[in-house]
């Protein structure tokens, strides 16, 4: 992410609704990145199949929190996914960071 030009704000941000994994500025936008990783052929699907309905909501309820605490109220905001693929030993196959994933 640093790589890409972002700035990380805060990692593992929690609070009583969930937890935002990453929070970080790409230019004016605060953008919210849901980190997910699978093992590749795995029984649970792909990583970018983890990221449901149900947890794009919650992120989304935590985010409202975060730019509350945060004093960014109004502030421009995306939500990026970063899904992870590992491979059967355990290492990083393949990265993918889908940006305003939803």
Not at 15 to 40: H, K, P, Q, W
Not at 56 to 81: E, H, S
Request: hydrophobic share 40%; aromatic share 6%.
């Amino acid at each position: 992410m640093v790589r890409l030009g972002y700035r990380i704000r805060e990692r593992n941000w929690r609070c009583r609704t969930g937890e935002l994994d990453i929070v970080a500025t790409d230019g004016d936008t605060t953008v919210i990145v849901e980190v997910r990783s699978r093992r590749e052929n795995g029984r649970f699907g792909t990583a970018v199949e983890a990221v449901t309905p149900r947890k794009c909501m919650q992120v989304r309820a935590t985010a409202q929190v975060y730019l509350r605490f945060a004093g960014l109220d109004g502030a421009r905001i995306r939500f990026d996914v970063v899904a992870v693929t590992n491979d059967e030993t355990g290492g990083v196959k393949e990265v993918r960071h889908l940006v305003g994933a939803f």
